[in-house]
T-cell receptor, first 109, second 114 residues
Framework: GENVEQHPSTLSVQEGDSAVIKCTYS??????FPWYKQELGKRPQLIID?????GEKKDQRIAVTLNKTAKHFSLHITETQPEDSAVYFC????????FGPGTRLSVLP | DTGVSQNPRHKITKRGQNVTFRCDPI?????LYWYRQTLGQGPEFLTY????????KSRLLSDRFSAERPKGSFSTLEIQRTEQGDSAMYLC????????????FGDGTRLSIL
């Protein structure tokens, strides 16, 4: 069945460094790939998304890249700040929306 | 606040009882989704509606789970004869119609089964 894998499961970086989270998906019909940030006890919040007709999208310190041939996409956060600490989820719209298991990012001051 | 609204925020009930949760989507959104999220996991898709039509329900966890969206606006998710394993966060999201539209989530209803 459809599946989204996400790595790493936890990530610690020093403030100011970059963070990269990678996801792979199985359903070749997927054409929309959002990323969500979820702080403890709060709702998942959409931070960036990409559609399959583009390979890269950037919004200030956040960027997402997509390789449709390899079925993987990545989230890049530059100049990390303590407030970036949260759990990040990738997702893909196969037959239904499927979320990855999440990456807990800790930005150390 | 014109975001997705869910209530109640918390529900504590005894095993075997029925529970119902409500979701009010963003007003102009045609699609409404229900997810379950357990600790340390990503949201797990349950079902979705486009207007009042339930277009996918095969992922509902068992026949104890049902959802409605009778007038194409708010939706309810009901769990009958609750079990310990039903304890989780139940999230609702809404979007415009189409597969490649961003979904916006509510704060969820946290269900605890005693």
């Amino acid at each position: 069945g459809e599946n989204v894998e996400q790595h790493p499961s936890t990530l610690s970086v020093q403030e100011g460094d970059s963070a990269v989270i990678k996801c792979t998906y199985s359903d070749s019909a997927s054409n929309y790939f959002p990323w969500y940030k979820q702080e403890l006890g709060k709702r998942p919040q959409l931070i960036i998304d990409i559609r399959s007709n583009v390979g890269e999208k950037k919004d200030q310190r956040i960027a997402v890249t997509l390789n449709k041939t390899a079925k993987h996409f990545s989230l890049h956060i530059t100049e990390t700040q303590p407030e970036d600490s949260a759990v990040y989820f990738c997702a893909a719209n196969g037959q239904n929306f499927v979320f990855g298991p999440g990456t807990r990012l800790s930005v150390l001051p | 606040d014109t975001g997705v609204s869910q209530n109640p925020r918390h529900k504590i009930t005894k095993r075997g009882q029925n529970v119902t949760f409500r979701c009010d989507p963003i007003s102009e959104h045609n699609r409404l989704y229900w997810y379950r999220q357990t600790l340390g996991q990503g949201p797990e898709f349950l079902t979705y509606f486009q207007n009042e039509a339930q277009l996918e329900k095969s992922r509902l966890l068992s026949d104890r789970f049902s959802a409605e969206r009778p007038k194409g606006s708010f939706s309810t998710l009901e769990i009958q004869r609750t079990e310990q394993g039903d304890s989780a966060m139940y999230l609702c999201a809404s979007s415009l119609a189409g597969r490649a539209q961003p979904q916006h989530f509510g704060d969820g209803t946290r269900l605890s089964i005693l």
